[in-house]
Nanobody, 120 residues
């Protein structure tokens, strides 16, 4: 099992910045990749950014050039630096970890979510 604890959400004005953190614990050796998803009211959960165990990253087109995902292996923590925030970035942000089991199936683990509100 993997446990994920997020922090860093809050209220910020348009153009501002926030950094989200996600600390992983438990069977972290089994994690193949981690990422951030978000869900706005009335919308489906969507991928924001992800990073593999090898360090490769992927971003949603809507956040490219504004958001940066990174990780600290020593702290088992993944970060999402969010700059130039827009009102449309308002959502609950969820940390995600993935592992592939012995059958080749992808198992997802989720944090509890942290609210990000961009408003003047």
């Amino acid at each position: 099992q993997v446990q994920l604890v997020e922090s860093g959400g809050g209220l910020v004005q348009p153009g501002g910045s926030l950094r989200l953190s996600c600390a992983a614990s438990g069977s972290i050796f089994s994690i193949n990749g981690m990422g951030w998803y978000r869900q706005a009211p009335g919308k489906q959960r969507e991928l924001v950014a992800a990073i593999t165990s090898g360090g490769s990253t992927v971003y949603a087109d809507s956040v490219k050039g504004r958001f940066t995902i990174s990780r600290d292996g020593a702290k088992n923590t993944v970060y999402l630096q969010m700059n130039s925030l827009k009102p449309e970035d308002t959502a609950v942000y969820y940390c995600n970890a993935k592992r592939v089991d012995e059958y080749g199936l992808v198992i997802d683990y989720w944090g509890q979510g942290t609210q990000v509100t961009v408003s003047s």
